[in-house]
C-alpha cells in the first residue's frame, strides 16, 4: 500500500523552465512537508503544510486538504535545483510517518 | 550550530554482529525517529520517540531495537543484522513530530 503517491518520478527540463511536483496521499494528516535529497544524500527539509501555500524564494508549496494533494514549484529552475524532492505526512492517527517515493529532478544548463 | 549527528557515516559489518548506529540533536527536540532508505521503495519509518522512555514502532521495526534514555540520543540498535538490513538509514529530529524536521547526514551500512 502506499499511502503517499508522486508524480512524476523523474523530470527533466531546462533551465529556467516553472516546474511543478505533485503529490497524492490517501491517509489523513496533520501536516505534509517537502524534503529535498542531494546527490550526496543528506536530507534537507524544504517545506511544512497544513493548509494554504508557502514561499520560500523560487520555491512554492501549496496544499488542498479536501482533495488530498500537494504541488510543489520551482520557479526560473536552475541546475542546482537538480535533486530528489520527496513528499512526507504526518498521520494524524498517531505519530507516523509516511513518505512518497521521490521526483529526481534534473535541470539542465 | 543546530544539528542531527550521526555516526558511523559508513559501516560494513557480518550477519549476526551486533551493532549500534548513534543519533544525537542539540536542538532539545522532543520527537526523534529513524527511517531507512532503500532503492523503489524510498524511505520508511522504523521506530520513533515522542519523548524520553517513550517509542513507538513505524512501518519496518522488525529486526531494530532503540532506546531513549536521554532528550538529545536516539540511537538504533541491530542486535543479530542481516544481509537485507543493508540500506541508507537517516535519524531525524523535530519539536514535537508535527512542526519541520531536521535530518542527520545518514549512515550508508552493509552487511555481509
Known amino acids: 500500500k502506499n499511502e503517499v503517491e508522486q508524480s512524476p518520478q523523474n523530470l527533466t527540463a531546462q533551465e529556467g523552465e516553472f516546474i511543478t511536483i505533485n503529490c497524492s496521499y490517501s491517509?489523513?494528516?496533520?501536516?505534509l512537508h517537502w524534503l529535498q535529497q542531494h546527490p550526496g544524500g543528506g536530507i534537507v527539509s524544504l517545506f511544512m503544510?497544513?493548509?494554504g501555500k508557502k514561499k520560500h524564494g523560487r520555491l512554492i508549496a501549496t496544499i488542498n486538504i479536501q482533495e488530498k494533494h500537494s504541488s510543489l514549484h520551482i520557479t526560473a529552475s536552475h541546475p542546482r535545483d537538480s535533486a530528489v524532492y520527496i513528499c512526507?505526512?504526518?498521520?494524524?492517527?498517531?505519530?507516523?510517518?509516511?513518505f512518497g517515493t521521490g521526483t529526481s529532478l534534473t535541470v539542465i544548463p | 550550530e543546530a544539528q542531527v549527528t550521526q555516526n558511523p557515516r559508513y559501516l560494513i559489518t557480518v550477519t549476526g554482529k551486533k551493532l549500534t548506529v548513534t543519533c544525537s540533536q542539540n536542538?532539545?527536540?522532543?520527537?526523534m525517529s529513524w527511517y531507512r532508505q532503500d532503492p523503489g521503495l524510498g524511505l520508511r519509518q522504523i521506530y520513533y520517540?515522542?519523548?524520553?522512555?517513550?517509542?513507538d514502532k513505524g512501518d519496518v521495526p522488525e529486526g531494530y531495537k532503540v532506546s531513549r534514555k536521554e532528550k538529545r540520543n536516539f540511537p538504533l540498535i541491530l542486535e543479530s543484522p542481516s544481509p537485507n538490513q543493508t540500506s541508507l538509514y537517516f535519524c531525524?529530529?523535530?519539536?514535537?513530530?508535527?512542526?519541520?524536521?531536521?535530518f542527520g547526514s545518514g549512515t550508508r551500512l552493509t552487511v555481509v
Open positions: 491517509v489523513g494528516i496533520s501536516a
Open positions: 536542538m532539545n527536540h522532543e520527537y
Open positions: 520517540s515522542m519523548n524520553v522512555e517513550v517509542t
Open positions: 503544510l497544513s493548509s
Open positions: 531525524a529530529s523535530s519539536l514535537t513530530g508535527a512542526y519541520g524536521y531536521t
Open positions: 512526507a505526512v504526518n498521520s494524524n492517527t498517531g505519530n507516523q510517518f509516511y
